[in-house]
């Protein structure tokens, strides 16, 4: 008996020192956190963002030729030459590395101030492709949203699994003790030490599906998140 006694308080004092550095290691992650930087690295709510964006910048009078056009044009060149000469009072002139520099500017303007309503039509069409982008940008962020907090309660509800198959082991091995030391004592029975193996062995079982289960919630998570699909021991949730 004695025996047992010391391997529960072993087993025990393992399972704290383990349980206390996993904690230590991993990262606390809170619903909001979780979203906020779902909507600030998932790709999609990304695009829809950018796009949202160039629509609101496109939706000006300019775009739609309201405006007038500005251009300006500019050129530079510059020229060296060597020159040679020859006068008429037989004088020979002689100048290298001669250089030339010519500057040029023009600016225009174009306006046109009637075109049959082409530009209302077009400015129209502007505002109408703004508001869908923004639309579209509502849509993708309220759907990032949904997903990552059902992925994040979804992580939640495996892990209380795991809690509770850890209490169950914990009563599993519990028993499993007990009725072994019944049957050494002679007041026990084979069966019932046999039955207490098989439940314990069963909640076993149901673990190791719950932890696959869990890796799987955590993956949908993370990739969510833009994360590291397999960098689960960030995945400590609060």
């Known amino acids: 008996m004695k025996h047992y006694?010391?391997?529960?308080?072993?087993?025990?004092?393992?399972?704290?020192?383990?349980g206390c550095t996993t904690v230590q290691a991993q990262e606390s992650l809170l619903l909001k956190?979780?979203?906020t930087i779902t909507l600030e690295k998932n790709y999609d709510v990304q695009v829809a963002k950018l796009t949202s964006r160039q629509a609101e910048i496109n939706n000006s009078a300019?775009?739609?030729g309201m405006l007038p056009v500005v251009s300006l044009d500019g050129n530079y060149s510059k020229t060296?030459?060597?020159?040679?000469?020859?006068?008429?009072?037989?004088?020979?002139?002689?100048?290298d590395g001669a250089a030339s520099?010519?500057?040029?500017?023009?600016a225009g303007l174009n306006w046109i101030l009637f075109d049959g309503l082409t530009m209302f039509?077009?400015?129209?069409?502007?505002?109408?492709?703004?508001e869908e982008s923004r639309l579209t940008m509502k849509l993708q962020m309220e759907g990032a949203i949904q997903q990552v907090i059902a992925a994040y309660f979804a992580?939640?509800?495996e892990e209380e699994n795991l809690k509770t198959l850890a209490a169950l082991?914990?009563?599993?091995?519990?028993?499993?003790?007990?009725?072994?030391?019944?049957?050494?004592?002679?007041?026990g029975s084979k069966p019932a030490v046999l039955q207490a193996k098989l439940e314990q062995n069963l909640h076993l079982a149901q673990q190791l599906e719950r932890k696959s289960a869990l890796l799987t919630q955590m993956e949908n998570l993370n990739i969510l998140l833009g994360r590291d699909p397999l960098s689960y021991s960030l995945q400590q949730i609060a």
């Open 101 to 106: 520099t010519l500057y040029n500017a023009s």
């Open 169 to 187: 082991l914990k009563v599993d091995s519990i028993r499993v003790v007990l009725a072994e030391a019944r049957l050494e004592a002679g007041n």
């Open 155 to 157: 992580v939640k509800v």
């Open 5 to 18: 006694k010391v391997h529960i308080k072993n087993s025990l004092l393992l399972y704290l020192i383990i």
């Open 121 to 130: 039509a077009r400015k129209e069409r502007l505002g109408s492709f703004a």
């Open 62 to 64: 300019g775009e739609a």
């Open 33 to 35: 956190d979780a979203i």
């Open 80 to 95: 060296d030459l060597n020159l040679k000469q020859n006068l008429a009072d037989g004088r020979v002139i002689e100048q």
